[in-house]
């Protein structure tokens, strides 16, 4: 067992490693780090086996296996303020609403510890949003993906976090997604249902489990066909998953255009279109989903307010040329 300068930490796997899940091998020789912080390392592609990267912490050893540990510098645990613009649709000393464009970070995190919305929240609202519902995520109850956009709501004051941070865990809140999916759901309106937890084959993927998930529900609703090819959808969320429509509509046979994640092949509808209609849909460079709507109701003054907006313009120029195909 050793510790290099570079901060290379190498554990070779002895009679008593022999089985043992790596991440508790690792805890044990390196006790300075929790097992939680060596997971997390393991996930994000820290470890390797043998020279092979190694993704799951509960991989087990086997004698005379060499893992190597390679722990990054550390960062502060507050984030900075960044200069970075922010389309406000409405203010008041208790919170803030945002259309948040797609490409943008939530918050900080591995590979992304700086060009957040956290960062620029930071900038645009100043110290009043410090500490507000944690160091790394000041202010946010509720998130999007990177790459989904549309309608976020974040807390100013501890009051609003507390408040808002209830109405989402209660399903009070009014959420409407629009989505461009492959094919088109039958029937026309209904529920999508099914447990929601971690891939076992893929830790950045979620699926639909048997056991150790949580509860999922989604409405949805045909807006539009497209040559049965594809379809414009209304989705409305009973729960909030991570992923959630995107697990849904995959696990359904209709997963949303352009996800890097849940879209694993070609759909053979796509062989139906056009060519050019076809390369568009193929390499939208995002998943097709904008949070369409947000409503919920004041934190202090308890007025009920609604927030729409129209999906980014790639999203509409997608929508339009699979409508003129």
Known sequence: MTVSSQDLRTLVAAEQHAGERIDRALAAAFPDLSRSRIKALIEAGHVTRDGALVREPADSLRI???LVLSVPPPVSSTPEPENISLPVLYEDADLIVIDKPAGLVVHPAPGNETGTLVNALLAHCGDS??????ERRPGIVHRLDKDTSGVMVVAKTEQAHVALSNDFAARRIDRKYLALCWGVPSPGNGDYEGAIGRDKADRKRMAIVARGGKEALTHYKVLKSFNACAALMECKLATGRTHQIRVHFSANGHPLIGDPLY?????AVAKRLPVETRDAALDFPRQ??????????????GEALLFETMPPEDFRALELQLAES
Not at 129 to 134: A, D, H, R, T
Request: glycine fraction near 18%.
């Open 64 to 66: 005379g296996a060499t």
């Open 129 to 134: 949003l410090s500490g507000i519902g944690g």
């Open 263 to 267: 879209l694993r092949r070609i759909p």
């Open 288 to 301: 097709a989903l904008h949070a369409a709507r947000l409503g919920f109701v004041h934190p202090r003054t």
